[in-house]
């Protein structure tokens, strides 16, 4: 881009505001993929344990979406968030009553996990919660389209 006679005025521009900085381009080397399983390997941890995916489904009757015209009670609401990254894993819940009181529930995960995982967790930790209320019409919100969309069995 640097070393180039014909530019459009979006490039001139960008030619312009990098002009100051000292950019230099470098061919990024091949790296095999055993290499990056070998590290992987040797940063194994020695005290896993796998996850546990039980469930206590034993008090939930069905996961359906309920047209509101037919709600017999007044439904609370659960939203739900989980995040993964280099520092840590964290899930938070708050369960909404249909009053508006809010209800929070944090935690931060002390094991490795997927950001998919973090939400599943902040799901179930939501859920969990609401079964322990005895809450009978529960609405579900979260930001993983991976996570609502197995919940509502599609």
């Not at 007044?74 to 739900?80: C, D, E, Q, R």
């Not at 520092?87 to 708050?94: C, D, L, P, Q």
Request: proline content about 3%; overall charge negative; glycine content about 8%.
């Amino acid at each position: 881009m640097m070393e180039s006679t014909a530019l459009n005025g979006r490039m001139a521009r960008w030619q312009i505001l990098l002009s100051e900085f000292d950019i230099v381009y470098v061919n990024q080397k091949a790296v095999k993929g055993t290499v990056i399983a070998d590290f992987l390997a040797s940063r194994a941890l020695e005290d896993y344990e796998p996850l546990n995916f039980d469930f206590p489904n034993e008090d939930l009757m069905c996961v359906a979406t309920i047209e509101e015209g037919a709600l017999e009670e007044l439904p609370w609401k659960l939203n739900f968030d989980g995040a993964s990254n280099a520092v840590g894993n964290g899930i938070g819940a708050v369960l909404v009553s249909p009053n508006g009181d809010h209800y929070p529930f944090t935690s931060k995960l002390d094991f490795d996990c997927t950001n998919n995982m973090a939400e599943y967790e902040a799901c179930i930790m939501g859920v969990r919660a609401a079964i322990e209320c005895k809450i009978k019409v529960l609405e579900v919100y979260g930001d993983s389209a991976l996570v609502i969309y197995q919940l509502k069995g599609e």
